[in-house]
Structures are given as structure tokens and as C-alpha cells.
């Protein structure tokens, strides 16, 4: 019932600035059902409720506070009983200059699947994994923008835990274990005992010749693809290793087509006790879209990641889900009035092993109020080593959701 | 810079040189008579909106979308911010304009479930706005020197007089052949305009209406935007309109999309 007091805390927020405050927030019953693994431990289905909440209050001195958080509340699988805080902060505009305090999430990549840059917020990774929602990151941040370009720092004073769900049909550790301790590391390579600790991120925005661009230096840890370790008893550590990442986004036109790239160098501190393969990783995306009667769209995607720098094979897969990897995305807008949406994706390893990710959705308006969505996904993964590496463990986790929103 | 004749603006500069794509009398009257058009319509410095857009599909379903925008005059290229504010699973897009006087605009969409932002390409003109019958073309920047014109005559529509021009769209990207343009007489805007498409045939009619004078200023708060291809409708109607309205450049930061 942990959820409660952030839920209490965005309640008081709100209920106290309830004059001139604009509030939206939507109730989506969920049903999930996973293909059956004959797996006691796990849940193959569970149905139950999520909601999101947003609330922002203006005054006229340009100060601004804005929550927002979500939660899930559910039957059967109880693992899905969670409310996380993606905003809560105050900011101050002097125009060109802005300042912030409080948790804030943040959305540094310009892809569909392949998101090597955007590495401030920790995830829930109890929904779609290259996608997964987020959670809010305590952040004091200072940002100046004018015209076309802008900079700005970040300082994170605490680290915030991601939430892997352990024992799920979405876990990333074998089935049968059901719990294993999340721990930071820090430069020296000692444990961090609690979490406070000072990281940031220091970032360039540029927008020109048809194109943007974002340049930055992060200083902070790792919570991409933690470095597992079995310790005595047996249990299992989940280690977030200390990191320096340079990153580069770029998105430009180039005649019908945008194309997108991102480019990440991480640089892992080193110690005696923990050690990691410095890498880089590059994502490269297009995008076309094709107009059709009728005032019906399609969008083309095909984005591809790769690694560079790991030692072996085993390594990288170690490092990232995605070594080399591509993605074909059709996403299909009717454009009619239920604002009909079809979205199709398929991920592939190009390398040796058969992994296979595909999903297909469909969204459509039923009123102002109601929307209703549905996906099937489709994972082959199968495991190559004595344990599963990156996503083997979703191996044959095939689902089938359902989704049916009210927004208000 | 001038008032918009769509969401955003007509922002052809009247700076900007003649361009060689005028030729003839009558070519030249047609562009004469635009750019005479763009100076009146200059200067309004900001424009406050309040809009409701209302999609219809052939079978007569509708939804309504209202939303608001923001417009800034600038003599580089004007800038403009429209958010959506319901339907509720709408609410909170906003999509932000930086028109450029020559080359391909800056557009940036934001979506605030994801809170994404994501840079439209430019080229994708042709694309609907929000699933409406409005293309980015039709709501986008209209600069006279992105146009040939052709002047066609004299007439009346609906009991006004007009001006006849057609305009062809120098860019490639655009999704017409050419655009009738009906200039009213007096109050230096369109009552209506054909769209053909890229076969010649007629694709679409807007339709501009409820002009009103707001401070020296006549100009329209409805368009009608119908597509005789497939019988679907759309319309703006303005709420409220300012203009002279004072706003900071910063308020169109793109970093402020993100909210």
C-alpha cells in the first residue's frame, strides 16, 4: 500500500491549488493474458485498473507547479499494485531561463524502439520494455533557450530504483526468482547504502538547417540493462554501475524522409569490484509517410541499433537488450472520426540468434470520453546459454491486452 | 506580415523581391492584388484565438475539437503555438510554427502522453491536421512568392465582389496543381478557394464566412473546408479573436512544448 502516500501527497497538492488549476487524468480498465508457461510462480493473466492523474497551477509571477503520476490497481496479480509520481515540481520562467525543482520525467529520444540517449528516468519495466512508462526523477534543473538553441544542467541528489517486476511473465530474471536486491555502485565500486547521491546532466540544444540536435554529457548510473551477480545463499544482485555517457541526438529532414540517430559512448568507472566493457551504441531510424484518398496516412519506420566495443557476443548481449537489432514499423492513421489507429511492428536480432519481437495494435475513439485499444505480442527469444541473457527471458511470453479508457 | 487567412497566417513578406515566377499582365495583377492584400493585413503583431474544429465524415458522424492559438508577427517568419484543449484524449497536443520566409518551415508536434516531442517533416504537406480535412499545407505559412498567379476576372459571389486569381504552388511537395482563389473586394480576403489536385481535378472547397471588423481588421471566424473526393467536412470556427495582442518570443521556445 506504499502507493498510497504519493497518491495522498498528489491529492493534498492538488486539492490545495484547486482554484484556476487546470486537471485531466484518465481510468483505463486492463486485461492482460500471457500464453500459458505451466509456471506456478508466474501469472499468466490478471485484469485490474490504471489510472493516470495530471493537475498544473499557473500564477501570474510566471511560477508554475505540475503533478502528475499513475498507478495500477489490480486482481489476481498483485505485482501489478504500484502508483509512481512522474511530476511533481515547481518551476520558475524568466522567459528565456527556466527553473525547476521536483520529479520530472523527460523524453530524450526521438525513436520508436531504440532509445540509447534517454537515460535520466528510471522505468517501470512492467509494460512494454522498449517503450516502458517512467518514473519520476528528483531533478534541480536551470535551462536557458533562445531562438533556435539552448542549454542547460541537471542535478539528480538522489537515485531512484527501477521497478523490474520479479516473478512476472515480464520479468528479465529466470522465473523462479522472485525477488533479487537492486543495488547502486559507485565509482569506487562500493555499494551505495542509501540513495543519496549526486549525478547530472549537462546538455546543448541546437534547431537548424531543417534538423535538431541535442549534445550531452551525463554523469550518473546505469539502469538501462543492470549487471547481474549471483552472491551466496543463493541470491541474486542487480547492480546499477557508475557511468559517464556522452550522447548525441539527431533528427533531420531530408526530402519526405526524417531521419533519425542517436549515439551513445558509456564509459563505466573502474574499480576491482565491478567491471563493464566500455561501449558505444549507435540507433539509426527512418521515417516516410505515405498519403492516400480518403485523407488516410502510413507511416513507414525502419530503425536499427547496434553495439560496438563489447568483448564477445556474450558480452554485449549482457550490456543491452539490443545488440544489432532492426525494427519495421507501420503504423496506419484512418483519420476518420473514431480516430481509427493500427500500429505493426516487428524486432529482429540480425545476428546469429532468432530473436523475434512482434506486435500489432489497434486504437479507435469510441467518444469525447471513451477510447478502446487492443494489442498481440509475439516473443522468440529462445535462451542460448545456461541462463537467459537480455530479453530470453520473455521467451514465448506472447500476450494478448486490452484496453477500454475514460479520460476526463 | 499579415493576418492568417487560415489557422496560422498568410506571411508572404512584402520585403521579400518580386519573384521571376510572375509573368505577363495578367500574372502580374494576380500577385498585385495578393501582395496588396498581404499589406493590408500586416501588422497585427500578435493574434490571440480561441477555435472549435469540427470533423465530419460522409456518414455525418462528428467530433468537435477545440483549441487555441497563438500567433507572433516577426519580420524573419512568424511564429505560432496551437494547443488542443478537448476532447480529453486530445488534450494537452500542441503544435508549434516557425515559418520561414524562404525554405521549408520548422514544425514540431507535441504529445503529451508520451511527452514527446516530434519534429514534422515539412515536406509532408499533404498529411491531415489532427484527422481533419485541413492539410498542413492549408493551415501552414502561404507566402505570395511561394505562387505563380494567374489573373482570371472580375466577378460576384454571393452578392460580393471579387477578384478571380488562380495560384500554382512552386513547391513540388504540395499536394495541389492549383488553387482558385476568390479575393473579396473589400475586405482583402478570401470568400472561398478550390483546391485542385496534382490530376487537375477539384480535391477540395473552403469556404470563408462571418467576417467581422476587429479593430482595422476585417476578418473571417468560420471556414468551411469540404472535400468533394470523399464528401467528408471540416470546420473552424473562431470563438475569439485578437489581434495587437502582446506576447514574449519565449513563449514559443520549443522547449516550453514540453510543458
Do not use: C
Not at chain 1, 112 to 132: G, T
Not at chain 1, 258 to 270: D, F, G, R, T, V
Not at chain 1, 314 to 322: E, H, M, S, T, Y
Request: glycine share 6%; charged share 25%; no cysteine.
Amino acid at each position: 500500500m506504499r502507493f498510497l502516500i504519493p497518491l495522498g501527497a498528489f491529492l493534498f497538492v492538488s486539492f490545495n491549488l484547486r482554484a484556476e488549476m487546470s486537471s485531466q487524468g484518465e481510468i483505463r480498465l486492463e486485461m492482460r493474458a500471457f500464453q500459458n508457461d505451466d509456471i506456478d510462480v508466474t501469472n499468466d493473466y490478471g485484469y485490474g485498473f490504471f489510472t493516470r492523474l495530471e493537475s498544473e497551477k499557473e500564477f501570474k509571477n510566471d511560477i508554475k507547479i505540475k503533478a502528475r503520476g499513475f498507478g495500477r490497481v489490480y486482481q489476481i496479480d498483485e505485482s501489478r499494485n504500484y502508483f509512481y509520481l512522474e511530476d511533481l515540481f515547481m518551476e520558475k520562467d524568466w522567459g528565456n531561463t527556466q527553473f525547476f525543482m521536483g520529479l520530472r520525467t523527460f523524453n530524450w529520444s526521438f525513436a520508436e524502439a531504440f532509445h540509447p540517449n534517454d537515460i535520466i528516468n528510471a522505468r517501470n519495466f512492467d509494460s512494454n520494455f522498449e517503450n516502458a512508462e517512467k518514473i519520476g526523477q528528483p531533478t534541480i534543473g536551470l535551462q536557458y533557450q533562445k531562438e533556435n538553441h539552448g542549454f542547460g544542467i541537471y542535478l539528480f541528489p538522489t537515485l531512484v530504483k527501477p521497478n523490474l517486476p520479479f516473478g512476472s511473465r515480464l520479468s528479465f530474471t529466470p522465473d523462479s526468482i522472485t525477488n533479487a536486491s537492486r543495488r547502486f555502485i559507485d565509482t569506487d565500486g562500493e555499494v551505495i547504502e542509501n540513495q543519496t547521491y549526486l549525478s547530472g546532466i549537462l546538455f546543448y540544444d541546437l534547431s537548424a538547417f531543417g534538423g535538431d540536435l541535442k549534445l550531452f554529457w551525463y554523469h550518473g548510473h546505469d539502469r538501462e540493462q543492470p549487471q547481474a551477480l549471483l552472491l551466496p545463499g543463493p541470491s541474486l544482485s542487480l547492480n546499477f554501475l557508475a557511468v559517464d555517457q556522452i550522447g548525441l541526438n539527431i533528427v533531420k529532414e531530408v526530402g519526405t524522409f526524417m531521419i533519425k540517430s542517436e549515439i551513445a559512448h558509456k564509459a563505466y568507472a573502474e574499480n576491482s569490484n565491478f567491471q563493464r566493457s566500455d561501449h558505444t551504441i549507435v540507433s539509426i531510424g527512418i521515417e516516410k509517410t505515405f498519403f492516400w484518398n480518403k485523407s488516410q496516412e502510413t507511416m513507414l519506420i525502419l530503425e536499427g541499433q547496434g553495439l560496438f566495443g563489447a568483448e564477445n557476443d556474450d558480452d554485449a548481449r549482457a550490456l543491452n537488450f539490443f545488440q544489432r537489432d532492426v525494427l519495421l514499423g507501420l503504423r496506419h492513421s484512418f483519420n476518420d472520426a473514431y480516430s481509427q489507429e493500427v500500429f505493426f511492428s516487428i524486432i529482429a536480432d540480425v545476428d546469429k540468434s532468432k530473436e523475434i519481437l512482434a506486435s500489432i495494435s489497434y486504437t479507435r475513439r469510441l467518444s469525447d470520453q471513451w477510447k478502446l485499444s487492443g494489442s498481440l505480442r509475439y516473443i522468440d527469444a529462445p535462451q542460448s546459454g545456461l541462463f537467459p541473457v537480455g530479453f530470453e527471458s520473455l521467451d514465448e511470453d506472447h500476450q494478448v491486452s486490452l484496453q477500454l479508457s475514460r479520460f476526463f | 506580415m499579415k493576418l492568417n487567412w487560415m489557422l496560422l497566417m498568410v506571411s508572404f513578406s512584402i520585403t521579400a523581391p518580386v519573384s521571376g515566377a510572375q509573368e505577363g499582365k495578367e500574372s502580374n495583377k494576380g500577385y498585385e492584388l495578393m501582395k496588396e492584400a498581404d499589406r493590408v493585413n500586416s501588422n497585427f503583431l500578435g493574434q490571440s484565438n480561441q477555435m472549435q474544429m469540427d470533423i465530419s465524415d460522409a456518414y455525418g458522424n462528428t467530433i468537435s475539437r477545440k483549441m487555441k492559438s497563438i500567433v507572433m508577427e516577426k519580420k524573419k517568419g512568424d511564429k505560432s503555438l496551437i494547443e488542443f484543449e478537448s476532447p480529453a484524449d486530445v488534450r494537452g497536443t500542441k503544435m508549434l510554427t516557425w515559418v520561414k520566409q524562404t525554405g521549408s518551415d520548422d514544425q514540431w508536434l507535441y504529445l503529451p502522453a508520451m511527452k514527446r516531442v516530434k519534429r514534422i517533416n515539412s515536406k509532408s504537406k499533404t498529411g491531415s491536421f489532427m484527422g481533419s480535412q485541413f492539410s498542413y499545407e492549408d493551415l501552414g505559412n502561404e507566402e505570395i512568392e511561394k505562387y505563380k498567379y494567374s489573373y482570371i476576372k472580375e466577378a460576384t459571389l454571393d452578392g460580393r465582389k471579387v477578384h478571380v486569381i488562380d495560384r500554382f504552388p512552386l513547391d513540388k511537395n504540395s499536394g495541389y496543381s492549383k488553387q482558385r482563389v476568390f479575393l473579396d473586394i473589400e475586405y482583402q480576403g478570401p470568400l472561398k478557394i478550390d483546391y485542385f489536385d496534382k490530376k487537375q481535378e477539384l480535391l477540395k472547397i473552403s469556404t470563408f464566412s462571418d467576417y467581422k471588423r476587429v479593430k482595422k481588421w476585417w476578418t473571417y471566424h468560420k471556414i468551411e473546408m469540404k472535400n468533394v473526393q470523399t464528401k467528408k467536412t471540416s470546420s473552424l470556427t473562431w470563438t475569439e479573436k485578437e489581434f495587437e495582442v502582446k506576447l514574449k518570443e519565449s513563449d514559443f521556445n520549443s522547449k516550453k512544448l514540453e510543458g
